[in-house]
């Protein structure tokens, strides 16, 4: 399991005090996903239900945790595997028809809302801001690129 340093450890507690609204340094569990995505970890909500020891939707909204319970969870997500590059672009190959680097904009907006981890429209619209050529095309290498840099 990874090691963090303490400069890291306190980059941590301090962007997790900013998710703190009551003031009593605790964050709701339904905030842990937000808090480690902000920490640069990009967890399932599915793996951060399962860390969180399945809560039910109430546990969700109204049980909350401290840094040092938070901690080790965000210690255990860095250490799941992460999808490379060349992963997504491989991914993405799939859809690519004409073998040209591109991808149609409908069908990624369609795989984006139904299959894995399903997003929301306005998620998946500002994810695809920009993204589309006047063909509704999108280049699915750079838009790789462009997720990986968020």
Do not use: C, W
């Not at 399991?1 to 964050?27: C, H, N, Y």
């Not at 969870?73 to 491989?90: I, N, Q, R, W």
């Not at 429209?121 to 290498?141: C, R, T, W």
Request: charged letters at 30%.
């Amino acid at each position: 399991m990874t090691e963090f340093t303490p400069d890291q450890i306190e980059d941590f507690k301090e962007a997790f005090g900013l998710f703190d609204r009551v003031g009593d340094s605790q964050v709701a569990f339904n905030q842990v996903a937000d808090i480690m995505r902000a920490l640069g970890q990009n967890p399932t909500n599915k793996d951060v239900i399962k860390i969180l020891g399945n809560p039910s939707a109430d546990d969700m909204a109204n049980k909350r945790l401290n840094f040092d319970a938070f901690l080790p969870m965000l210690k255990e997500v860095d250490a799941f595997p992460k999808g490379t590059y060349d992963d997504y672009v491989e991914g993405l190959r799939v859809f690519d028809k004409e073998g040209n680097g591109t991808v149609m904009g409908a069908e990624l907006r369609i795989v984006l809302s139904t299959l894995g981890e399903k997003m929301s429209e306005p998620e998946i619209d500002a994810l695809m801001a920009g993204q589309e050529d006047e063909n509704g095309s999108v280049h699915y290498e750079a838009f790789v690129k462009h997720i990986m840099s968020v």
